[in-house]
């Protein structure tokens, strides 16, 4: 037998066991966990929609009409009305020809990554990209080269290296999840021009977050000649699912192709409902926005002030460098009793020595949230000699 106890006490030794809590109330600023009330510093519902009572309402409405379950994949009968909308207004929103919805986020990378790359194809991605993006580079078996994490001089060194005749697959986060900071888009999508490549673009933590309009960091940087992106409807549309824009044959080759979406089965109804309420409120509330990047700037700059290092973070997720795993765990549990939810990060999601606090900001947390959070974030770094 495979001596599975031998592999998780390896794991609590390293200071890399995992444990999930548990959440006793809605998704929201203020919650209950194990059994304790504290402010929620850790989701990515940065717009504060998963508990709105809009998608709530949209979300029953669905259920009563269509049912809970979409009974098989997309193929084979479980394409709703809803679905194809949700997909038509994506399109819209993120101003492409197409769009095609996934069951989420992960199954998109994995789906579009494995569809578009082959044996005989390269990818080019950052070092520091979702693991998705790793994952749907194994699945597509092309060979795999990463460059350092932004560093577009790396990159051209790998482009300019790689001869010409294969298929050329460039993939970024373009807000990075654990460090909340944004690829050099502009150069990646030049750099593409000038090597006959394509970009692929991860927006999971940008859309509905960063640009005028909330169509994520390729409106924010201004940049149009990117022709992949993919994203998530988890995160600031407060639902779930992912989505793959482009155009118009990337749609038709996904659903020809991904094996993560045809083989598995559609987005439930209510939740493409939910995610289709969520757009009309992000298109119709930017001040969300606005007050959300207001949140992430006083809640960056009180850390700094602090003295504690947020990394090169621009955006709602927030990163406090600690270092090693320990410590960053005692941080967070020692947090937690003081009434103040932010996990510990560590690697493998994040480079050995690299441990931190991950903190993300929601539109709906007062300044007084904040506030209390820079008190206790800064007494507990004192006790544990970070600061
Ligand atoms: N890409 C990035 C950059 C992410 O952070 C995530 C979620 N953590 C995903 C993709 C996957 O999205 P989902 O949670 O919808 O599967």
Known sequence: MIDLKKELADLEQKGLYRKMRLLESEQAVRVRIDGKEVINFCSNDYLGLASDSRLKQAAKQAVDRYGTGSGASRLICGNTYLQQKLEEELAEFKNSESCLVFSSGYTANLGMISALASRDSLIFSDRFNHASIVDGAILSRARFKRYGHCDTRELEELLKGSGSGSRKLIITDSVFSM????APLKDIARLADKYEAEVMVDEAHATGVLGERGRGALEYLGVDNIGIQMGTLSKAFGSYGGYACGRRELRELFINKARPFIYTTGL???VAAASLKALEIIKAEPQRRVRLLDNADHLRRGLGALGFDTMRSQTPVIPVFVGGSGAAVEFSRRLF?????????????????AARLRLTVSALHTKEDMDTALDNIGNTGRELCLI
């Open 179 to 182: 460090d909340g900071d944004i």
């Open 268 to 270: 439930p109804p209510a």
């Open 337 to 353: 009793d003081r009434g103040i939810f932010a996990q510990a990060i560590r690697p493998p999601a994040v480079p050995r020595g």
